[in-house]
């Protein structure tokens, strides 16, 4: 453990001195571009002059980007759990449709994303999805997501055409890494299995495969199915099980805010991080960094990373 703990250490100092030695080199190479430039007296370096400085300033972005993912977990795995709030289909339809949004965003950015546990709605959406997020500082990005996502839109669901307001949550938190000792007692433990069960019922496992596993002090639950065996579901659920207890005992020692209760605020007006408006017109807006695009489908299709940036940008330090 102490060997695989170093050499993630030195994997990261690497990362930051390629970083560096990057945006170096790009403004050695601006440098001597207007240095060329000013001793011909040629105007037509102004173009590459200008492409050269584009490259250099989104570099630096990328270092000032980095230098925000510096709290104790942020290079860490992350669990990401989705719930719909209330008004059935409609806002579970919502609650699928931020789940597609983030998987696109992980695939677009390169995170592996694995639904360990999903809850289908009646007829649409779901009712909540537990996905993990596996790739470096998964967690020190996707924490600028926790929060209440409203939409506003002409519903599909609604014969009348009305305009709904729909609501979901979006809770993250740090997967630990095997370096850190989280003790549970077996008698605290409450282990149920169930079948896992796909739409239409399609691939029903008629084998009670899928294991939920509640820590009865603290009232955590987490549960997998994405596995085929009992055996497998139950490690990954008890790896998702200790990431909680992790997050718990680390806010109370900390004495910070305590998130685990304020990702359970009621998912309702007043509340919401983010508006999704698709109708009467096109706008996405973050209202803690009041960062707005008109792109929706860009924005549905995965592209949050402007909205994530804005954020780490202005709260890192806080």
Same mark, same amino acid.
């Given at each position: 453990?102490?060997?695989?703990?170093?050499?993630?250490?030195?994997?990261?100092?690497?990362?930051?001195?390629?970083?560096?030695q990057?945006?170096?080199?790009?403004h050695?190479?601006?440098?001597?571009?207007?240095?060329?430039? *000013?001793?011909?007296?040629?105007a037509?370096?102004?173009?590459?002059?200008?492409?050269?400085?584009?490259?250099?300033?989104?570099?630096?972005?990328?270092?000032?980007?980095?230098?925000?993912?510096?709290?104790?977990?942020? /290079?860490?795995?992350?669990?990401?759990?989705?719930?719909?709030?209330?008004?059935?289909?409609?806002?579970?339809?919502?609650?699928?449709?931020?789940?597609?949004?983030?998987?696109?965003?992980?695939?677009?950015? *390169?995170?592996?994303?694995?639904?360990? $546990?999903?809850?289908?709605?009646?007829?649409?959406?779901?009712?909540?999805?537990?996905?993990?997020?596996?790739?470096e500082?998964?967690?020190?990005?996707?924490?600028?997501?926790?929060?209440?996502?409203?939409?506003?839109?002409?519903?599909?669901?609604?014969?009348?055409?009305?305009?709904?307001?729909?609501?979901?949550?979006?809770?993250?938190?740090p997967?630990?890494?095997?370096?850190?000792?989280?003790?549970?007692n077996?008698?605290?433990?409450?282990?149920?299995?169930?079948?896992?069960?796909?739409?239409?019922?399609?691939?029903?496992?008629?084998?009670?495969?899928?294991?939920?596993?509640?820590?009865?002090?603290?009232?955590? &639950?987490a549960?997998c199915?994405?596995?085929?065996?009992?055996?497998?579901?139950?490690?990954?659920?008890m790896?998702?099980?200790?990431?909680?207890?992790?997050q /718990?005992?680390?806010?109370?020692?900390?004495?910070?805010?305590?998130? &685990?209760?304020?990702?359970?605020?009621r998912?309702?007006?007043?509340?919401? /991080?983010?508006?999704?408006?698709?109708?009467?017109?096109?706008? &996405?807006?973050?209202?803690?960094?009041?960062?707005?695009?008109?792109?929706?489908?860009?924005?549905? $299709?995965? $592209?949050?990373n402007?909205?994530?940036?804005?954020?780490?940008?202005?709260f890192?330090?806080?």
């Amino acid at each position: 453990m102490g060997a695989q703990k170093v050499l993630q250490d030195i994997k990261q100092l690497e990362g930051w001195v390629n970083l560096w030695q990057s945006a170096f080199n790009k403004h050695k190479n601006l440098a001597e571009i207007i240095e060329l430039a *000013g001793m011909e007296g040629d105007a037509s370096f102004a173009g590459e002059i200008e492409n050269e400085f584009k490259s250099l300033e989104a570099e630096l972005e990328n270092v000032e980007l980095k230098n925000m993912l510096s709290g104790k977990d942020d /290079i860490n795995n992350c669990i990401l759990t989705i719930h719909s709030g209330a008004g059935g289909t409609e806002a579970q339809d919502w609650a699928e449709m931020i789940m597609r949004m983030y998987l696109r965003w992980g695939e677009q950015n *390169g995170f592996k994303m694995n639904i360990a $546990d999903i809850l289908e709605g009646d007829g649409a959406g779901i009712k909540s999805v537990t996905i993990e997020v596996q790739g470096e500082y998964a967690y020190g990005y996707m924490k600028a997501e926790n929060g209440v996502h409203r939409l506003v839109r002409i519903s599909p669901f609604d014969s009348n055409k009305r305009r709904h307001t729909s609501f979901a949550s979006v809770f993250v938190i740090p997967e630990i890494d095997d370096t850190i000792e989280i003790d549970i007692n077996p008698a605290d433990l409450r282990i149920d299995t169930f079948r896992s069960g796909g739409k239409g019922g399609q691939n029903v496992n008629k084998v009670e495969t899928a294991v939920r596993i509640t820590h009865i002090p603290s009232g955590a &639950v987490a549960a997998c199915q994405s596995e085929r065996s009992q055996f497998q579901n139950k490690t990954n659920a008890m790896k998702l099980l200790k990431s909680k207890l992790y997050q /718990i005992e680390r806010e109370k020692q900390l004495a910070e805010i305590d998130e &685990v209760e304020k990702g359970k605020m009621r998912i309702e007006w007043g509340s919401q /991080i983010r508006s999704y408006v698709f109708h009467p017109y096109n706008m &996405v807006k973050d209202h803690r960094t009041d960062v707005e695009t008109s792109d929706v489908q860009g924005v549905m $299709d995965g $592209d949050i990373n402007k909205f994530i940036k804005a954020f780490l940008l202005k709260f890192s330090h806080n």
